[in-house]
């Protein structure tokens, strides 16, 4: 990716010089230039003479004065200095940091000041990443939520990281495709259809959802009890049933979710418990089935189609879209970019899975090919397997037990499994849509699963060497005892009842904030930025972690007004802008991004503040490199800590010349855009008052 960042800039004059002195192109990624941390070592560093030493036969020190010599940045930098055995110290000039702040365009009128449209594009902050060459598509998958379960506490990281990918590549020019890979398909829909049925019927029955609930918990506890007495319990069951079969249910009734998804758990305790029990059901044509293969019935209606299966794709129809309606509500709560466009369920491969089978054994050897790593699809007790060896012809991948670990792409019944679905997937995304980089957002649970699949997708042809495929995971979300985070009954927490939480005790904060600084709000505006200080909370901080470790859900630290949070972040930025309308108040509103604003940066604070903005596409690119959002939330929360800095040693409504107030207004007004733009790439909203 080619950017004109600063320290690309710097990157490329240094390869330029490396190369000269190492007497072969040496890349800009060599140079081992990066950001100092300490402002003693100044503003860069390049460690190129180091590694060098050894195969040139000279003093690494030497080298670095040769590489200094060398390299022209005059225009950008003063002298050089060599440190210890051969670091090379850069400091930037401060006329030409200035100069390049001084390219960031002002704010444009009719700028849409919403999560999702930043107000610096990435033009703005002088970020180029494609000079004329094409970008690669990328594709995305994440989120991927279940018809007829609502979404938990654990679909959340999924959902927020996979948007900031979205939002990231997007900003800095890569074609997005975004895909929600819904599970609507297979024998959970049987369970779902059969499950929306039963509770249609039951409202004609004149019962609530609480009666359901008691049959549910009575079902439950019957697992694991002898026959007759399972027998006896499921018995009016399924007489009803047959019953509620005679008499077909009226259109126009309207289930929530959670009705759906209790439906769905009823279906799957009976099915269960049901198993080896005589409980007949008979249908008005006087065909009898039993209670505990109904829902595989349904499904095999489902999947075969065609008129004679009419009501159970509306009912499955009916399901997705009591679902998908109910996941577009949290999408937007959460302020995520899916929408319903974006869904490409299990369902959508379906026609796709036997052209899948017949492609892997037109292209897959049946045993190991000598001398080369490779993919081979054999029977296995009737089932389709594939199994991936070495060259060496070693098993790529071994169970527990040592023996080699096969990935079942259709089981000995002709049932097919999630991994042909993947590799149908795998495969439109390449092939179809064009996909050149594929980026899959789940939990490390499922890390062997994507190695596997990945292989196969390399191994069949279908990922060549211009396509990267990439597994994005991360850990589990804890409670207080380090444990998955769960209700108190041991459920998943439901996202929506957590979002609940977050605003209820977010609204307890702003108004307690309120009252100690005897300021007014509004009932509603109070309302307002508790729910944006709320989700903002909930992100925040989970996106300011490492994604690939677990973290301890705290409401308490997610809503602190110090540290690396979303309300620290928040009031930053509001208390930024409140020192802007002030000063524009005080002494007009003039425009700080006219040509006789010249930027100074005669401080240390004012210079710090200023290399640390132009900054921002460093940190930009980098996320959108590694896939590590918490890099971005650090360089926020930096920024923000550096302006207070520069807030307290350099007045701006007290300056002493109105050319400097001017500059450093222009600096309030450039550190609160960033701030916006930075969280906004978070998906998180700011409010202009706090």
Same mark, same amino acid.
């Given at each position: 990716m080619?950017?004109?960042?600063l320290?690309?800039?710097?990157?490329?004059?240094?390869?330029?010089a490396?190369?000269?002195?190492?007497?072969?192109e040496?890349?800009?990624?060599?140079?081992l230039?990066?950001?100092?941390?300490?402002?003693?070592?100044g503003?860069?560093?390049c460690?190129a003479?180091m590694?060098?030493?050894?195969?040139?036969?000279?003093?690494?020190?030497?080298?670095a004065?040769?590489?200094?010599a060398a390299?022209?940045l005059?225009?950008?930098?003063?002298?050089?200095?060599?440190?210890?055995?051969?670091?090379?110290?850069?400091?930037?000039r401060d006329?030409?940091?200035?100069?390049?702040?001084?390219d960031?365009?002002?704010?444009?009128?009719?700028?849409?000041?919403r999560?999702?449209?930043p107000l610096?594009?990435?033009?703005?902050?002088?970020?180029t990443?494609?000079?004329g060459?094409?970008l690669?598509?990328?594709?995305?998958?994440?989120?991927s939520?279940?018809i007829a379960?609502?979404?938990?506490v654990?679909?959340?990281?999924?959902?927020i990281?996979?948007d900031v990918?979205?939002?990231?590549?997007?900003?800095?020019?890569?074609?997005?495709?975004?895909?929600?890979?819904?599970?609507?398909w297979?024998?959970?829909?049987?369970?779902?259809?059969?499950?929306?049925w039963y509770?249609?019927?039951?409202r004609r029955?004149?019962?609530?959802?609480?009666?359901?609930r008691?049959?549910?918990?009575a079902?439950?506890?019957?697992k694991?009890?002898?026959v007759?007495v399972?027998?006896e319990?499921l018995a009016?069951?399924?007489?009803?049933?047959?019953?509620?079969?005679a008499?077909?249910?009226?259109?126009?009734l309207?289930i929530?979710?959670?009705d759906?998804?209790l439906?769905?758990?009823?279906i799957?305790?009976?099915?269960?418990?049901?198993?080896?029990?005589?409980?007949p059901v008979?249908?008005?044509?006087?065909r009898?089935?039993?209670?505990?293969e109904i829902?595989?019935?349904?499904t095999?209606h489902?999947?075969?189609?065609?008129?004679a299966?009419?009501?159970?794709?509306?009912?499955w129809r009916?399901?997705?879209?009591?679902?998908l309606?109910y996941?577009?509500?949290?999408?937007?709560?959460l302020?995520?970019?899916?929408?319903?466009?974006?869904?490409?369920?299990e369902?959508?491969?379906?026609?796709?899975?036997?052209?899948?089978?017949?492609?892997?054994?037109?292209?897959?050897?049946?045993?190991?090919?000598?001398?080369?790593?490779?993919?081979?699809?054999?029977?296995?007790?009737?089932?389709q397997?594939?199994?991936?060896?070495?060259?060496?012809?070693?098993p790529?991948?071994?169970?527990p037990?040592?023996?080699?670990?096969p990935?079942?792409?259709r089981?000995?019944?002709?049932?097919?499994?999630?991994?042909?679905?993947?590799?149908?997937?795998?495969?439109?995304?390449?092939?179809?849509?064009?996909?050149? %980089?594929?980026?899959?957002? !789940?939990d #490390?649970? =499922?890390?062997?699963?994507?190695?596997?699949f990945?292989? &196969? *997708?390399?191994n069949?042809g279908?990922?060549?060497?211009?396509?990267t495929l990439?597994?994005?995971t991360?850990?589990?979300?804890?409670g207080?005892?380090r444990?998955?985070l769960?209700?108190?009954?041991?459920?998943?927490?439901?996202?929506s009842e957590?979002?609940?939480?977050?605003?209820?005790?977010?609204?307890?904060?702003v108004?307690q904030?309120?009252?100690? %600084?005897?300021?007014?709000? !509004?009932? #509603?505006? =109070?309302?307002e930025i508790a729910?944006?200080?709320g989700i &903002? *909370?909930?992100?925040?901080?989970?996106?300011?972690?490492?994604?690939?470790g677990?973290?301890?859900?705290?409401?308490?630290?997610?809503?602190?007004?110090?540290?690396?949070?979303?309300?620290?972040m928040l009031?930053?930025?509001?208390?930024i802008?409140?020192?802007?309308?002030?000063a524009?108040?005080q002494?007009?509103?003039?425009?700080?991004?006219a040509?006789?604003?010249?930027?100074?940066?005669?401080?240390?604070?004012?210079r710090?503040?200023?290399?640390?903005?132009?900054r921002?596409?460093e940190?930009?690119?980098?996320?959108?490199?590694?896939?590590?959002p918490?890099?971005?939330c650090a360089?926020?929360?930096?920024?923000?800590a550096a302006?207070?800095r520069?807030?307290?040693?350099?007045?701006?409504?007290?300056?002493e010349t109105?050319?400097?107030?001017?500059?450093?207004?222009?600096?309030?007004d450039?550190?609160a855009?960033?701030?916006?733009?930075?969280?906004?790439?978070?998906?998180?909203?700011?409010?202009?008052?706090?």
């Amino acid at each position: 990716m080619a950017t004109s960042t600063l320290l690309d800039e710097l990157r490329r004059r240094f390869a330029a010089a490396v190369s000269q002195v190492a007497g072969r192109e040496v890349s800009p990624g060599e140079t081992l230039l990066r950001a100092t941390s300490d402002p003693a070592h100044g503003d860069y560093q390049c460690n190129a003479a180091m590694p060098l030493g050894k195969p040139l036969k000279r003093k690494p020190r030497e080298i670095a004065e040769a590489i200094v010599a060398a390299v022209r940045l005059d225009d950008l930098c003063g002298p050089l200095e060599i440190a210890g055995p051969g670091f090379i110290n850069i400091r930037l000039r401060d006329e030409a940091l200035a100069g390049r702040l001084g390219d960031i365009p002002g704010p444009r009128d009719g700028t849409p000041d919403r999560v999702g449209v930043p107000l610096l594009t990435a033009t703005d902050h002088l970020i180029t990443t494609h000079q004329g060459r094409p970008l690669p598509k990328v594709i995305l998958d994440y989120s991927s939520p279940n018809i007829a379960k609502q979404m938990h506490v654990g679909h959340l990281r999924s959902t927020i990281i996979g948007d900031v990918f979205a939002r990231v590549l997007s900003f800095l020019g890569y074609p997005v495709v975004r895909q929600n890979h819904v599970g609507d398909w297979g024998t959970a829909m049987g369970m779902a259809i059969l499950g929306l049925w039963y509770l249609k019927t039951r409202r004609r029955r004149g019962e609530d959802a609480q009666a359901i609930r008691d049959r549910l918990a009575a079902v439950q506890d019957a697992k694991g009890k002898t026959v007759s007495v399972r027998q006896e319990l499921l018995a009016p069951i399924a007489a009803e049933w047959s019953e509620d079969l005679a008499n077909p249910i009226p259109p126009g009734l309207d289930i929530p979710v959670q009705d759906l998804e209790l439906g769905y758990q009823f279906i799957q305790a009976v099915t269960a418990v049901s198993a080896g029990v005589d409980c007949p059901v008979r249908d008005p044509d006087g065909r009898s089935d039993q209670l505990s293969e109904i829902a595989r019935i349904v499904t095999t209606h489902l999947q075969a189609g065609g008129e004679a299966n009419a009501y159970e794709r509306q009912e499955w129809r009916e399901a997705c879209e009591i679902s998908l309606g109910y996941c577009q509500r949290i999408y937007e709560r959460l302020g995520v970019l899916l929408n319903r466009d974006d869904v490409c369920g299990e369902s959508f491969f379906d026609p796709r899975l036997a052209p899948v089978l017949a492609e892997l054994r037109e292209k897959l050897p049946a045993e190991p090919v000598a001398g080369r790593a490779c993919t081979v699809l054999r029977e296995d007790d009737g089932a389709q397997c594939l199994y991936f060896y070495q060259a060496d012809g070693t098993p790529q991948f071994r169970n527990p037990d040592g023996d080699p670990l096969p990935m079942i792409v259709r089981k000995s019944d002709g049932a097919f499994l999630y991994a042909t679905t993947d590799l149908a997937a795998i495969r439109y995304r390449i092939e179809d849509l064009g996909g050149r %980089r594929l980026i899959y957002v !789940t939990d #490390a649970r =499922q890390k062997l699963h994507f190695e596997m699949f990945f292989q &196969a *997708a390399r191994n069949i042809g279908w990922a060549c060497d211009d396509v990267t495929l990439e597994h994005t995971t991360f850990g589990s979300v804890l409670g207080e005892d380090r444990k998955p985070l769960k209700t108190r009954s041991g459920d998943n927490v439901k996202l929506s009842e957590l979002l609940d939480e977050a605003e209820r005790r977010a609204l307890e904060v702003v108004v307690q904030k309120q009252a100690e %600084r005897d300021r007014t709000l !509004t009932a #509603a505006q =109070q309302q307002e930025i508790a729910r944006r200080v709320g989700i &903002a *909370a909930v992100k925040y901080a989970d996106l300011s972690r490492d994604r690939n470790g677990d973290y301890v859900f705290s409401w308490d630290q997610m809503l602190a007004l110090q540290g690396n949070t979303a309300p620290y972040m928040l009031y930053g930025y509001a208390r930024i802008r409140s020192i802007y309308r002030k000063a524009a108040e005080q002494f007009g509103a003039p425009d700080v991004y006219a040509g006789a604003v010249q930027l100074q940066l005669g401080t240390p604070e004012e210079r710090a503040l200023g290399l640390h903005l132009l900054r921002f596409p460093e940190a930009v690119t980098q996320l959108a490199g590694d896939l590590l959002p918490h890099t971005l939330c650090a360089y926020l929360y930096d920024l923000a800590a550096a302006f207070m800095r520069f807030y307290e040693a350099c007045p701006v409504l007290k300056s002493e010349t109105e050319p400097l107030r001017l500059s450093r207004m222009r600096l309030c007004d450039l550190t609160a855009r960033t701030l916006k733009t930075g969280l906004g790439l978070l998906g998180i909203e700011v409010s202009e008052k706090m």
